[in-house]
């Protein structure tokens, strides 16, 4: 595992241990890891974050955001209907509502549902890929930049943990939620300008 991973998976644990929130991570089999990556082509960095943290049952908590990490036993389960037909197998092609089967959902907001995705189709050299997200119920799929690869993804995530520790975790209003936003803004554009400019977090 290459020392960027590392380091985002360290600062996300990090976060849920200095806010005392319970978050369960272990090692997901190798065997399974090597099938995911053969029917779902899932990256050099998702697997070695899955053999390294996978997330059996880990949720962040901020003014904006619970986002739900899908554990390795299951990543194949959720693509169902998205990258994966019905019946399990991958798209040939996209979906009537732009579903790309490129596309590996990788999170889920708790609040609302959306999806966090991979999008697979062109690796960099890290063996990284960029993870957006996309409104759920809309007639079509319109994808919006989180973070500009996994890493930098359990990175912001890290941060907004951190930038949490501040807010009550229940009774927030509007305004506790933009402040959050402002604050976690300028933290974001230090590791992940584009991701910033996207404006999914603020």
């Not at 998976?9 to 991570?25: D, S, T």
């Not at 272990?26 to 090597?34: E, I, K, T, Y």
């Amino acid at each position: 595992m290459d020392s960027d991973l590392a380091e985002s998976i360290f600062a996300l644990k990090e976060a849920f241990n200095r806010r005392g929130l319970p978050a369960q991570f272990g090692r997901a089999d190798p065997g399974l890891v090597q099938r995911l990556k053969e029917k779902l082509r899932i990256p050099r960095r998702l697997r070695d974050y899955l053999l390294e943290a996978d997330p059996l049952d880990v949720e962040t908590r901020t003014p904006s955001e619970r986002l739900r990490l899908i554990p390795a036993t299951s990543l194949e389960r959720e693509q169902r209907g998205f990258a994966l037909t019905d019946n399990g197998e991958l798209r040939d092609g996209v979906s009537p509502q732009g579903w790309r089967p490129s596309w590996i959902i990788v999170g889920h907001s708790a609040f609302v549902g959306d999806p966090y995705f991979l999008d697979v189709s062109s690796p960099d050299a890290e063996g990284d890929c960029p993870v957006y997200t996309a409104m759920s119920g809309t007639d079509t799929w319109k994808p919006r930049l989180c973070a500009s690869g996994f890493a930098l993804f359990l990175r912001i995530l890290a941060l907004g943990m951190e930038v949490a520790e501040g807010f009550a975790d229940d009774d927030l209003d509007v305004d506790d939620e933009q402040v959050f936003r402002d604050t976690l803004g300028p933290r974001i554009r230090q590791y992940d300008p584009a991701a910033l400019k996207a404006g999914h977090w603020t």
